[in-house]
Each structure stands twice: as structure tokens, then as C-alpha cells.
């Protein structure tokens, strides 16, 4: 169950989730008002642009579902896995992500609709990153599922039933650190716009070495220990 979950995913969920809302208000914020942290609201407003005729925004909106598809392929060809465990590859796949929003920041810069693109592919590896372990479902970019299982669970306590507080913990921090995102983009956004994504490109890059430093610890503790 979620309760066997190492106490550092808490933190890198929290981190992930900030480094989310972060993108996606920028983003939202930018000259073309393009979600990227997510593929729902970009197949709608695909399905409403597809009505009017406007066959290039349909491009573009179908272009950057399918980056947030590949970099959930590239996730999953960096980790192999989706399921959480030590010692894989994660810290390469978070360098890749942030190099993917310094490329994205470059092209808004410039004005260009293929920084969506990129913004898009980061979200997708991101949020391939680390979607289950022991059966629970970990998702850092968008927000519909943890709200449900929050749900969920309050409709468990209500009838009296036992709930996991620590699964009701971990999806809390990831509802506020999207949340403390979003208001930390939009902050940046008022000083210094689109350059507040290089901001998450930093982070990622943070966690990415920040992760490689404590699997070396790891591996050194371990031998130690023999």
C-alpha cells in the first residue's frame, strides 16, 4: 500500500507538483494561453477549434498532445518502468526534462508556438516519472485524480471506514505544491514572464542532482553496511 512509499517520494511529489503548476501558468499566462501540463483541456479545446474550422490551431492543439505523449515514451525509455523504486534512472530522465524546458523558453522567447511543444513533452515525462507503487497512483501534473482519491477517501471516512493518512497526506501536497506553483508562476510572470520557466528548468535540474547525490550516499551506506 501507499504507507510503504520511502519518505522522500512525499517531498519529490511536493517539489514536482510546485515545478508543475509553475509550467502550466506560464504557459496559461503566455501570448497564446496554451495549457501544457495536461491533455484534457487540450483535446477540448481541439474538439472546439475543430467546429469552428480553424484547422491550424487543430494542428497545434494535436501537436501538443502528442509531445505530452512522447515524453511520457521518453519517461518510460530513461526509467523503464513506471513503477517507483530506487535506483532507477530518474535523475537522468529529470535532466532531460529540464532541457526540454530551457528549449521551450527559448522558442516562447521567440514567440513560437513550438515551445508549447516541448513545455508539453517535459510535462509528459514528468508525470511518467513515477505513476504507481504497491498500487497507488502518483501523478504530479495535473490535479483531476488526486482530487478524486481525496474524495474518495472522505466518503470512506464519512461511512466510518478506516482511510490511509498517509495517502490522504501525500495527495495534499501534491494538491498545494501545484497550487503554491501556480501562484509562484503567476508571481514571476508579473517580474520577469516568460524567463519564470527557466525557474522550473532550474528545479528540475535541482532534483535531478539532488537525487543522483542521495542514490550515491545510498549506494555507498549500502556497502558499508556489507
Known amino acids: 500500500m501507499i504507507r510503504k ?14 515545478n508543475a503548476g509553475i509550467i502550466n501558468t506560464v504557459a496559461l499566462l ?3 494561453h496554451q495549457a ?38 521518453l519517461s518510460g525509455l530513461i526509467t523503464q518502468d513506471a513503477t517507483l523504486k530506487l535506483g532507477r534512472r530518474y535523475g537522468v530522465a529529470l535532466l532531460v526534462e529540464s532541457l526540454l524546458l530551457v528549449v521551450a523558453l ?3 522567447l521567440h514567440r513560437s508556438e513550438l ?11 514528468q508525470n511518467a516519472l513515477v505513476t504507481t507503487f504497491s498500487g497507488a497512483v502518483v501523478r504530479t501534473t495535473h490535479l483531476t485524480g488526486v482530487v478524486t482519491d481525496l474524495g474518495i477517501s472522505l466518503g470512506q471516512w464519512l461511512r466510518g471506514n478506516q482511510v490511509d493518512n498517509r495517502k490522504i497526506r501525500l495527495y495534499l501536497l501534491i494538491f498545494f505544491g501545484f497550487l503554491c506553483g501556480s501562484v509562484l508562476g503567476a508571481q514571476g510572470y508579473q517580474q520577469i514572464q516568460l524567463y519564470t520557466l527557466g525557474i522550473a528548468a532550474g528545479i528540475t535540474l535541482f532534483l535531478a542532482l539532488l537525487y543522483s547525490r542521495y542514490l550515491q550516499a545510498q549506494r555507498v551506506s549500502n556497502q558499508k553496511s556489507k
Open 5 to 18: 512509499l520511502p519518505s522522500w517520494v512525499e517531498f519529490g511529489a511536493f517539489s514536482l507538483a510546485l
Open 30 to 32: 503566455g501570448f497564446t
Open 106 to 108: 527559448a522558442f516562447l
Open 115 to 125: 515551445g508549447h511543444l516541448f513545455a508539453s513533452a517535459a510535462c509528459g515525462l
Open 36 to 73: 501544457v501540463s495536461h491533455v484534457t483541456g487540450s483535446v477540448s479545446a481541439l474538439g472546439a477549434e475543430a467546429i469552428s474550422g480553424n484547422f491550424s490551431n487543430v494542428l497545434h492543439l494535436l501537436l501538443v498532445a502528442i509531445s505530452f505523449l512522447l515524453g511520457a515514451t
